[in-house]
């Protein structure tokens, strides 16, 4: 059966709303209604466009997202900061190692003060990552001076920003944790359960070599670690890490070149230079997975954690 309306004159807006009424029909009658070619067509189009979104729906990921960073406040935009920057100056400090090589060596013995201080002030403002600062320490001062060297400025360097994250997060991350209980009791497992094993927690997460070190200083100072543990924890987990590049950039040095591109380029060969490189990268790596495995049983130990205070609400 078919129902035809005769649709080619509408008169007045009603006509717009009587096409509406024959789209609904059509939809929802078992009758054939017989439109007009310019209505149907209109008909068609609507049901092919997309439905318009819903702003609510829309912003309804995004809006935890935003309230988190506003909660956040200033330790966001830092967190980000220290995560971008330190990649991006020190790679240029590196290509003109040279350089810096020869201005403190024109210093003479305040050479390695000028060192420490920019150490700690370029490390603890998050400009300068420590293994390009330890590896400058090997090239200029070798292993004797170097190294000692490197292991007071990124202390200092550590303990700087403690203070930068402290002032700048202020209680903000503490707010959080403790607005949310699992993250709370993931909080007191790690650094609520007395300074020797505050200090150890530290110690493995300073030890991975891809552990970064302005944002880990924030993270530690957000959490309100105590500042003996973390201060000796970090000097303890950077020492094999700091160690290795300082020693890489020594042995370097000694060969008598310029700077680091004129030692890869007319070094003691690729095959030396690769070989000492997979080293260098095996004993990190050996070094980050005992930190991680260490890491990893204690995760253990926080989820039993979890699981308690699941039971106890």
């Known amino acids: 059966m078919t129902l035809v309306f005769d649709l080619h ?43 318009m979104p819903d702003p609510a729906s829309s912003t309804s990921d ?35 190692v040279g350089a810096v090589s020869d201005f403190l060596h024109e210093q003479g013995e ?57 002032f700048v997060s202020k209680d903000r991350i503490d707010e959080l944790i403790r607005s949310n209980r699992r993250a709370l009791v993931v909080r007191n497992a790690l650094i609520g359960k007395g300074w020797w094993r505050t200090l150890g927690i530290v110690i493995l997460l300073r030890l991975p070599p891809n552990s970064p070190f302005a944002l880990t200083n924030l993270v ?7 500042v003996v543990p973390y201060a000796i924890g970090t000097m303890i987990g ?13 042995t370097a040095a000694a060969s008598g070149h310029d700077d680091l591109q004129a030692f890869i380029k007319d070094g003691p060969g690729p095959v030396v230079l690769i070989a000492g490189l997979v080293v260098m990268f095996i004993v990190l790596g050996v070094i980050g997975l005992i930190a991680n495995r ?16 699941d039971d106890e609400s």
């Open 9 to 51: 004159r509408p008169a007045t807006k009603s006509a717009e709303a009587l096409a509406g009424c024959l789209t609904y029909l059509q939809a929802n009658t078992p009758f054939q209604l017989a439109q007009p070619a310019r209505y149907r067509k209109a008909s068609e189009a609507a049901k092919l466009k997309p439905p």
């Open 62 to 96: 995004s809006g935890p997202k935003r309230a988190l960073w506003r909660r956040l406040g200033p330790s966001g935009l830092l967190a980000l900061a220290w995560t971008a920057t330190p990649a991006i100056v020190g790679i240029t400090l590196l290509v003109y």
């Open 110 to 166: 305040l050479g390695l003060v000028i060192y420490v201080g920019i150490f700690i002030l370029s490390g603890g403002l998050g400009l300068l990552p420590t293994f390009a600062q330890a590896i400058i320490g090997g090239w200029v001062f070798g292993i004797e001076d170097g190294l000692p060297a490197a292991l007071i400025g990124f202390t200092g360097a550590s303990l700087l920003g403690y203070m930068i994250a402290s």
């Open 220 to 226: 530690m100072a957000s959490t309100k670690v105590a």
């Open 238 to 250: 950077m020492l094999p890490r700091t160690a290795v590049a300082v020693v890489f950039a020594a």
């Open 294 to 309: 260490a890491l990893e049983k204690l995760d253990q130990g926080k989820a039993d954690d979890l699981m308690v205070a």
